[in-house]
């Protein structure tokens, strides 16, 4: 682990805090998620939810993540063999990891990748194969066919795919989803997949969500994970969940053991409450931050900054060349100083840290005042 520093998250956060900056860099809503699932929490709380859950997770969260699984995506799962509760989506990806990968095998991602990604395959002793994202000529990111297909090779173990992906809002087209899940077949590997933002794409997006273990010949390699922290605003809770065949899921709730075993008893029995919620409030969701969204484009626009599309997730990426930015983390260093405002230099996330160096990313999961009050100081 001794290439793992600070977070960058840590680092620009803290300088918000002593900047007084408004901070759009780390990805966390400054309001509360459903007030159904508050309250279940509360009464779970207060009615004695408060040993170890069993490793799995409770049966009734078991159920309703099938459920939601069956309502949305149309994947099959049985709750009690196919179904695991992990502390947050992170965990459940080192859990995954950790469960597949032998020292040496390599882990096929996609970059700019999520920070926990290279933590977990270097916990591991795997390499990672990182396929570099990069705009194409709409400005929206792409990844050549050929690099994918080389990056594939005998000590393939695993595919590690986020979408809708975080940093760049990019959403995996069927297209692109059909290319890796076809190599998938072809080296017979497994796929770990990163469903965080499963409910945040957007109408304009080139395509809407798909789950890879949709795809045919999937269902039995895939492991999908997701958690409430994105859909219910509560990222302070770490409840995830894995979903996949048996095999694998039981292969990670062996490592899970020794992890963390359980977590959050009583916040369990609440994210059951908000999975079964009416398709309301997904909608409604998705529509709330379509709408940050905008107010964040256009202002980064009026700024002068040219802005990437984004599909989907909490964020959006910009090129700093515009206003005369060669290096991100140099810019996001100078910006709360210069403009009172604090987004992430998303070359960080790369391997190949050249493609990333003027790009940035901004959060919209905060209030439309504070992306108004963020738009204004960047504007002057
Ligand atoms: C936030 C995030 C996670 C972590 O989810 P937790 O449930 O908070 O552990 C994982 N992957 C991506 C892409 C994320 O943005």
Redesign the pocket.
């Given at each position: 682990m001794r290439p793992f520093g600070t977070t960058i998250f840590a680092e620009m956060s803290a300088l918000a805090a002593r900047t007084g900056a408004v901070n759009l860099g780390q990805?966390f809503p400054d309001t509360d998620g459903p007030p159904e699932m508050l309250a279940a929490a509360a009464e779970a709380l207060a009615g004695g939810a408060n040993q170890y859950p069993p490793l799995a997770g409770i049966p009734v969260l078991r159920s309703a993540i099938a459920a939601h699984e069956q309502r949305f995506w149309a994947l099959a799962r049985d709750p009690d063999t196919e179904v695991a509760v992990t502390?947050?989506?992170?965990?459940?990806?080192a859990a995954a990891i950790l469960a597949i990968c032998e020292p040496g095998d390599e882990v096929v991602c996609f970059e700019p990748y999520?920070d926990?990604y290279a933590a977990s395959i270097a916990l591991a002793g795997a390499v990672r194969r990182p396929v570099t994202l990069r705009p194409g000529p709409s400005g929206r990111y792409e990844f050549d066919p050929d690099e994918l297909r080389a990056a594939f090779g005998g000590r393939t173990r695993l595919v590690l795919l986020?979408s809708p992906?975080?940093p760049t809002g990019k959403v995996f087209t069927g297209a692109e989803l059909e290319l890796v899940a076809g190599l998938c077949r072809e080296y017979d590997v497994f796929a770990v997949t990163?469903e965080?933002?499963e409910h945040l794409v957007f109408p304009d997006a080139a395509a809407p969500h798909v789950p890879l273990a949709g795809l045919p010949g999937m269902l039995d390699r895939t492991l999908r994970?997701s958690?409430?922290?994105?859909t219910f605003s509560c990222?302070g809770w770490?409840?995830?969940w894995a979903t996949g065949p048996a095999r694998l899921v039981s292969a990670m709730l062996r490592v899970k053991q020794f992890l963390t075993f359980v977590n959050g008893a009583p916040l369990q029995p609440a994210v059951a409450v908000a999975l079964n919620l009416p398709d309301s409030y997904f909608t409604g969701f998705t529509a709330g931050m379509q709408d940050r969204r905008d107010r964040l484009v256009t202002g980064l626009t009026e700024a002068g900054l040219t802005v990437l599309p984004s599909e989907g997730?909490?964020f959006v990426t910009a090129d700093i060349r515009p206003l005369g930015g060669a290096d991100g983390v140099e810019f996001c260093r100078e910006l709360p100083a210069r403009s009172g405002v604090v987004a992430v230099p998303t070359q960080v996330f790369y391997d190949r840290q050249d493609a990333g160096r003027h790009l940035i990313r901004f959060a919209f999961c905060k209030r439309p005042e504070v992306i108004d009050e963020a738009v204004r100081r960047l504007r002057n």
């Open positions: 990805g502390a947050g989506a992170t965990e459940a990806i999520y926990s986020n992906h975080n990163d965080v933002y994970i958690s409430a922290g994105k990222t770490k409840i995830g997730t909490y």
